[in-house]
Nanobody, 115 residues
Framework: VQLQASGGGLVQPGGSLRLSCVAS????????MGWYRQTPGNQRELVAI???????NYADPVKGRFTISRDNAKNTVYLQMNRLKPEDKAVYYC??????????WGQGTLVTVSS
């Protein structure tokens, strides 16, 4: 599975960004897609995930501000990020998980929140 993420960039605090990630070469269905983020010196952490039936899970720091959505037909997952804070600055990684093949990762897209 190849994952191509896009949509990162520089935004002021309180602003919004939308990340997109397209999966290709999957063959069988992708069970779960989502987003993780990582800052220098820290482990990659969950941001939000969504399974193929629509169930979602969000990290506490982003609840109420971020929304994950998925287009199964297009194998695409989105992350709408609103009311961004400086502490949201990170490299965001798209993730796909298949029951029969495990985890796949995109290349990462940098989100910077700064005035």
């Amino acid at each position: 599975v190849q994952l191509q993420a896009s949509g990162g960039g520089l935004v002021q605090p309180g602003g919004s960004l939308r990340l997109s990630c397209v999966a290709s070469g999957s063959g069988t269905s992708i069970n779960q897609m989502g987003w993780y983020r990582q800052t220098p010196g820290n482990q990659r952490e969950l941001v939000a995930i969504q399974n193929r039936f629509g169930g979602t899970n969000y990290a506490d720091p982003v609840k109420g501000r971020f929304t994950i959505s998925r287009d199964n037909a297009k194998n695409t997952v989105y992350l709408q990020m609103n009311r961004l804070k400086p502490e949201d600055k990170a490299v965001y990684y798209c993730n796909a998980w298949k029951r029969d093949a495990g985890d796949f990762w995109g290349q990462g897209t940098l989100v910077t929140v700064s005035s």
